[in-house]
């Protein structure tokens, strides 16, 4: 049985994972009614991929005899400036989820709870790529900045990206 000092945690980052999902769908979104497919498209996998962190949070939940609750999921600013705000915002986002992951591993250690270190180390692990996948936009978009001829083909490369399910059954 997880205590439930740990289960809160998790519960809150089920929120935390599916509001990333909500985020990333608008910014997809904003990226679509420009005309950039490729970008909304790297934005819209990146959605699928938070539904599925949340979601693999709440199947541990169970697994652990505990109750996944559901909470009320903000509603994410729906206007951008530009690709290159979003992508500022994605890296700041990200850095901020780690920072979330990080507590939940700090807490799970220090209610000895190996069981759950184990399992939250995968996002520990997942977020050095998600923050330096980000990082690696964030810059290339601030060098791009709104030249279409440089952002085209950073559109057609990112059109690419395709959903892999992290947790397949
Ligand atoms: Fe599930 Fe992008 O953190």
Known sequence: MIKDSLAKALNDQINAE???????LT?????????????????????KE??????????????????PSFQDIKAPQVS??????????VLAHERKVTELVNRIADLALNEKDHAAYHFIRWYVDEQV????????????????????????????????????DPFPV
Not at 157 to 162: A, H, I, K, T
């Open 129 to 164: 790529e998600e923050e330096a996948d980000a990082e690696d936009l964030a810059l290339k978009f601030s060098r791009i900045g709104n030249n279409p001829g440089q952002l085209y083909p950073l559109d057609a490369q990112l059109g690419m990206r395709r959903f892999t």
């Open 80 to 89: 951008y400036g530009s690709l290159q705000e979003i992508f500022e915002k």
């Open 50 to 67: 938070e539904l599925a962190h949340g979601t693999h949070i709440y199947h541990y939940l169970l697994e652990r005899g505990a109750a």
């Open 18 to 24: 599916y509001y990333s999902a909500y985020l990333y």
């Open 27 to 47: 910014m997809s979104a904003y990226a679509d009614r420009l005309g950039y497919k490729g970008i909304a498209n790297w934005l819209g996998v990146q959605a």
